[in-house]
């Protein structure tokens, strides 16, 4: 095995087609093949399933994949370390629920990183994606919260998946409203101050359940409840509904505007907020400085 058979590999994974991963590749579709072909035989899987359309990855394919991913992330990353590649164009992702300061600190890292040309990806995903994303290397880091809540199912994810997670900061839960809510006045809300309101939530998908909720109370306990995507039609709704969402209380005024505010929840519980990346993995320099800027927002909040 070697690290260009590796780069093969996840080559025609991304493309989807031997046709164009050689083109990519400058390499001949027969030498191309009979590489992936050779790496299959020495690992022993199927990685790909292969016809007139194309390939489509094997499940023994996207577990090899996760493994390519992370050995050559884990290769550029001792190059850099080493002064090998000094001229690298910075390339970093990072899958996150939906935090501003998740926000600020990729801002932080591009300012630093400012080049002609750069690679840089943040998903604001569901809680399973950011998961399934470290794992796969689609993302190097993944922001996240535990509590008592979601722990024991998280965790159990967390480790079959191969990663762990890292507490960078102990939260009591807020309500984020507007600044012209009833309740805004308040310095603490309860729960039968906000039952007249709509409660607004972040929608999980296929796991759609209170296990992966980025919020600490279940929509159950309200009537009513509004799920939706995305941080910017969360917070429309909020202004325009006298909504109000359950998080950490970290808010920043300059991304979010004035318009919305957090007020403490009147609730006995925490959200330990922190990142998740592979186990055992060395972070690059990029990675590194997207957790410190986390860091750094996280304390101000």
């Known amino acids: 095995m070697t690290l260009q058979q590796l780069t093969y590999l996840v080559t025609v994974a991304d493309c989807g087609n031997i046709t164009g991963a050689a083109e990519k590749l400058f390499i001949s579709q027969p030498s191309l093949s009979a590489a992936i072909q050779n790496l299959e035989k020495e690992m022993g899987v199927k990685a790909f399933v292969r016809s007139n359309k194309g390939v489509v990855v094997t499940r023994e394919g996207e577990e090899l994949l996760s493994f390519a991913r992370m050995l050559l992330e884990q290769a550029d990353n001792m190059k850099e370390h080493f002064g090998v590649d000094n001229v690298r164009t910075p390339k970093f992702s990072v899958s996150c629920q ?49 509590s008592k809540n979601n722990e024991d199912i998280l965790s159990k994810l967390i480790k079959k998946s191969g990663l762990v997670f890292e507490e960078l900061k102990v939260a009591k839960p807020h309500v984020f409203i507007s600044n012209k809510h009833p309740l805004s006045g308040k310095e603490l809300v309860t729960f039968d101050d906000l039952k007249p309101y709509p409660y607004l939530v972040f929608e999980q998908g296929e796991k759609n359940s209170f296990y992966y909720a980025e919020e600490l109370v279940s929509m159950l306990d309200f009537p009513k409840s509004i799920q939706v995507r995305d941080r910017a039609t969360l917070f429309n709704l909020v202004i325009g509904l006298n909504g109000f969402t359950v998080s950490s209380g970290v808010i920043d005024q300059k991304l979010n505007g004035k318009a919305i505010i957090a007020r403490p929840l009147q609730m006995d519980a925490e959200m330990r907020i922190g990142i998740v990346t592979k186990k055992n993995m060395i972070l690059s320099r990029y990675g590194e400085t997207y957790v410190e800027a986390l860091k750094k927002h996280l304390s101000i909040g």
Do not use: M
């Open 98 to 146: 939906h935090y501003s300061f998740a926000v600020n600190a990729f801002v932080d890292l591009i300012k630093k990183y400012d080049a002609d040309q750069y690679s840089f990806i943040i998903r604001e995903t569901q809680t399973g994606e950011i998961i399934d994303d470290v794992a796969s290397g689609k993302s190097e880091v993944g922001v996240i919260y535990l």
